[in-house]
């Protein structure tokens, strides 16, 4: 099953002279439970590309659909509910509220979708990510690798169709940074979730079960 599948996406930025192709006809598709990677120099269009998968952006021209849905013709207001509910994003920054617990900022998007979270599953997770011991502490009272551990923790605990993680290692040590992929990749295996991640370590991006790379907004 195609979580994802981009059809003849273009985005463009700017208008004649200065227009500047973010994406050039790109069309590819992420299937169920699928670890890949995009690599490219800085300006390739991975973020542009990421951020248009996750309805952060919208495309000048050509479709997307998400978990059979197509987001391109979803107005604000649908798109924030999909984009809550659908995909869980995992950025270089952690964003974690400080005032907030481990545990309180991995449930907050799901109380803030007026809904309960699954004490059971989001044990699971904290479990499978060891920071369970640290539920009750503070985003200062952990270590950059706890934090961005806590970060991933949120974006799983929703159940999301698609997982989008941008440079999430690029804060981190190489120690630190390797756990954090090898965290996600047995995310990906036992939750059966789907992720396509951002990099431009290439040491990094081997261990996907499929490596994407961007020029001048092409796949090359």
């Known amino acids: 099953m195609d979580i994802v599948t981009m059809e003849h996406v273009t985005k463009v930025y700017g208008e004649n002279d200065t227009r500047v192709w973010g994406l050039h006809d790109v069309s590819l598709t992420v299937e169920q439970g699928e670890f890949m990677a995009v690599v490219g120099a800085s300006g390739s269009g991975k973020s542009t590309l990421l951020h248009i998968m996750g309805g952060v952006d919208s495309p000048t021209s050509g479709t997307v659909v998400v978990d059979g849905k197509d987001i391109t013709k979803m107005n604000d207001e649908q798109m924030a509910v999909f984009r809550r509910r659908k995909i869980g994003f995992v ?15 991995i449930t907050m998007p799901i109380l803030l979708d007026h809904r309960k979270p699954d004490k059971e599953y989001v044990d699971h997770i904290m479990d499978l990510l060891g920071i369970a011991d640290r539920r009750k502490h503070l985003p200062n009272q952990l270590s950059g690798g706890q934090q961005q551990r806590t970060a991933i923790a949120r974006a799983l605990a929703n159940r999301p169709a698609l997982i989008l993680a941008d440079e999430p290692t690029g804060a981190l040590d190489s120690k630190n940074g390797n756990e954090v992929i090898t965290l996600l990749q047995k995310s990906v295996r036992e939750l059966d979730q789907t992720l396509v991640l ?23």
């Not at 950025?91 to 900022?105: C, G, R």
């Not at 990094?204 to 907004?217: H, M, T, V």
């Open 198 to 220: 951002i990099t431009h370590n290439i040491d990094l991006a081997r261990e996907a079960d499929r490596i994407i790379k961007l020029a001048d907004g092409e796949i090359v």
């Open 91 to 105: 950025f270089q920054a952690y964003h974690l509220i400080p005032v907030l617990t481990v545990e309180e900022n």
